[in-house]
């Protein structure tokens, strides 16, 4: 019998990048997270490692980061 404790332990909880795009679900809070560019969020835009301001590779739709607008 084998248990895994820290299974995903690595993986972070907040993205920085992500959480700055209008497109993410704050509703589910899955790790890494949803958005409406993917039903998973590839780890190297979760963590940061790349943008996401144009196409990612593999994907099948054409939304990218947009900021969140500021409300008044």
């Not at 497109?23 to 039903?39: E, S």
């Not at 790349?50 to 739709?61: E, M, V």
């Amino acid at each position: 019998m084998s248990f895994e404790i820290d299974k995903r332990h690595d993986i972070p909880v907040y993205s920085p990048f992500c959480a700055l795009c209008k497109h993410l679900n704050r509703q589910i809070f899955d790790i890494p997270g949803n958005c409406k560019a993917f039903k998973i969020i590839p780890m190297k835009i979760w963590e940061g490692k790349i943008g996401h301001i144009k196409k990612y590779s593999g994907q099948d739709n054409d939304i990218v980061f947009e900021k969140i607008k500021k409300e008044n």
